[in-house]
């Protein structure tokens, strides 16, 4: 799409093409397939050409690379190929992996194979399967993998299926991998609507807006100064800002106008993805591009790559994931394509465990088991009876530590939503031995079941009622927040209006807005945060991130809030409880001090944490951390009191945490 033709049209051709995507009216149109009547062609597999493959299914046709296993060809509809053409066949759709090894500087590895197979073949499927075997004379140059990438297409489905086994032997050398995905990159000229979610849907940037935009404070955020578009001008881009929470990360993709087609990647499961369900990660953006995200250290730090020590042995199967394929009629509203891809990815979410990948490393559902049982909560100072984990997230995970499961990215991890009665229902669980974790919306801390869980095939273990007893010392006296990992809740203030994008304009996460950590300086000029119990409200008084001071020239220097409140009845010999739950933390040291703002050493101090980013990648929340502070009565008055709260570190603007819930509890009652 040439610039020149923008600019003529003006905005009159992004206000059409918006009204091209939105429709006028609202009526259901079903999505049409003009190959429908090709359904009924058996799976082809062509293998004549020496360096290509090709599957065919009558609907879609994949062509990959022989022996390497990248996809170079995706011929759908009325496309020749949907992936830019424009770009060398090794840079279409691929899979990679960040990785290093201990102190040394990580590279991109993209797990180019060198030996082809064909795993089945006939009328109703085929699998291929593309391997390369790791020797020590590649040490230095390639991640010390063993890897079996895998594409199966199957009659009747538009799209294709992809998974990859990676295995570690024994003795290999120790390695860092900071990264596993799969990257589909497609036609500039086609495909400018995105689509990631019912609430985040846009026409995109070009990337040639990103190479002549303003960079901003780090690479990815790129201010448009001269789109294509020109209605997106004074827009920020910026990948984050697409980033969504694992367990939302089912279908997202692009929607080309010309013709209308659709490309999406479904995720029916989150079993081989790391850290848990709310772990975010990216999904699309600018390319155009479309993700599959299998590990990362997004809004995490290195706290949750994938390490391997002492020559520790590791195998685990990424997927499969589908790359899938809709049109409709030039008539019909290419909306609608979102809404197929929808009730596609349900299709595939009801049909998981899949019992067609030939891999025996994939279980089928008869190789299986099942976790079932009860969540209630047990808090005296809540309700003198046992309370239901309402909503409650549970899960099995690798056997570890408490909360161990949100720095696991090694292990296969499933998870489910309890009722209202703290019901939960784990199905489809790998054999194996696990823990099982849980966390309660607006219930501080991380459950732990006390026993090993071994799921063998067939096994539906019942738990009976497990009893949650979370971090509880006395009754409490005042809160600040609502303890739900995020620190959403908290005051989120508008972005500069030269630096906003426009999608997230009066939508619930606001908090994907590039710059807000500026804001802080706006708001509190002259001094720090100051929250008085009783009197402030934790929504319009207490800013979402406590950050450093730009002080100008590029400094930063540390800031302190201040929380006041009364104790009518302080008991001196007593010992209070301060339970300060973090949301995220970057490179942080928070100090906490009671009524004495130069107390040194600080009566607390959490010591250098995190490396999350959440702060400057818009993510709301990272890591979960709990601190449960001891006060000693004699540091607190009767009447007035201060804490102080200090981020002590302050060498960027992206330093500082992100609160999650603060809550002061009284002695112990007898």
């Known amino acids: 799409m040439e610039k020149v033709r923008w600019k003529r049209k003006g905005s009159l051709v992004a206000a059409l093409l918006l009204m091209f995507f939105i429709g006028v009216s609202s009526e259901k149109i079903p999505v049409s397939n003009p190959r429908e009547l090709k359904t009924s062609l058996g799976v082809q597999l062509n293998t004549k050409h020496r360096r290509l493959v090709v599957m065919d299914n009558g609907l879609v046709q994949v062509t990959l690379s022989n022996p390497e296993g990248e996809v170079v060809g995706i011929k759908y509809n009325e496309i020749d190929n949907v992936l830019e053409t424009q770009n060398e066949e090794d840079n279409r759709g691929y899979w990679d992996v960040v990785w290093y090894e201990p102190e040394k500087q990580g590279s991109y590895d993209k797990l180019i194979a060198t030996d082809f197979k064909v795993i089945m073949q006939d009328e109703n499927q085929v699998e291929v399967s593309f391997t390369r075997t790791w020797n020590i004379s590649l040490r230095g140059s390639l991640a010390p993998l063993n890897v079996d990438k895998r594409y199966i297409m199957r009659r009747g489905v538009s799209g294709f299926y992809f998974y990859a086994i990676m295995e570690r032997k024994e003795g290999w050398p120790d390695v ?123 809004y995490a730090g290195k706290e949750i790559n994938t390490e391997f020590r002492n020559g520790e042995p590791w195998k685990k199967v990424f997927g499969p994931a589908l790359v899938y394929l809709n049109s409709v009629s030039s008539e019909e509203k290419p909306l609608n394509l979102w809404e ?94 696990y823990n099982l974790y849980a966390w309660v919306p607006g219930i501080v801390g991380d459950y732990k079941y006390s026993a090993k869980i071994t799921v ?88 979402f991130a406590h950050v450093t001071r730009d002080v100008g020239n590029r400094t930063y220097k540390p800031t302190t809030w201040r929380i006041i409140f009364e104790l009518k009845h302080l008991n001196n010999n007593g010992h209070y409880t301060l339970q300060l739950a973090l949301a995220s933390a970057t490179d942080s040291d928070l100090h906490v001090r009671f009524n004495n703002p130069n107390a040194d050493p600080p009566h607390f101090a959490t010591g250098t944490i995190g490396k999350d980013n959440a702060i400057a990648r818009h993510g709301i929340h990272g890591l979960y951390r709990l601190y449960s502070i001891d006060v000693p009565g004699v540091l607190l008055n009767g009447g007035k009191n201060t804490i102080y709260l200090t981020q002590s570190r302050s060498r960027s603007p992206f330093q500082g945490v992100l609160y999650d819930y603060i809550r002061l509890e009284g002695p112990p009652k007898t």
Do not use: C
Not at 368 to 394: E, I
Not at 407 to 414: A, C, I, L, N
Not at 506 to 521: C, S, T
């Open 176 to 298: 860092d991998m900071d990264q596993i995905r799969a990257v589909f990159k497609l036609q500039q000229n086609k495909f400018h609507f995105m689509a990631i979610s019912n609430d985040r849907q846009r026409i995109m940037p070009m990337p040639e807006d990103r190479a002549t935009g303003q960079p901003l404070a780090y690479p990815e955020a790129v201010l448009l100064t001269d789109p294509i578009n020109p209605d997106l001008r004074g827009e920020v881009d910026d990948k984050y800002q697409y980033s969504s929470e694992d367990k939302d990360i089912r279908v997202h993709g692009w929607i080309s106008s010309d013709p209308p087609v659709g490309f999406w990647m479904i995720t029916p499961s989150d079993e081989f993805r790391s850290g848990g369900p709310n772990k975010q990660d990216l999904t699309a953006h600018v390319g155009p591009v479309v993700l599959s995200m299998f590990t990362s250290t997004h």
């Open 340 to 433: 197929d891809a929808k009730r596609q990815m349900m299709v595939e979410v009801r049909k998981w465990p899949y019992n067609f990948p030939e891999s025996v490393d994939f279980p089928k559902l008869n190789q299986r088991g099942g976790v079932f049982g009860q969540l209630r909560v047990h808090d005296r100072y809540m309700s003198n009876r046992l309370m239901w984990a309402d909503s409650a997230y549970v899960g099995l995970a690798a056997p570890g530590g408490v909360g161990s499961w949100e720095r696991d990215s090694k292990g296969y991890q499933f998870w489910t939503k309890a009722n209202k009665r703290g019901y939960f229902s784990i199905k489809n669980v790998r054999q194996g031995d």
């Open 456 to 543: 063998r095939a067939g096994s539906n273990i019942n738990l009976g009622v497990l009893v949650y007893e979370p971090p509880r010392k006395g009754p409490t006296l005042w809160e600040i927040g609502i303890p739900d990992r995020s620190a959403a809740e908290f005051f989120v203030p508008d972005p500069y209006p030269t630096l906003a994008n426009q999608l997230y304009t009066n939508h619930p996460e606001k908090f994907r807005q590039y710059g807000l950590w500026e804001r802080y300086v706006d708001l509190y000029r002259n001094d720090d945060l100051e929250y008085t119990v009783g009197d402030s409200y934790h929504a319009k008084d207490w800013f």
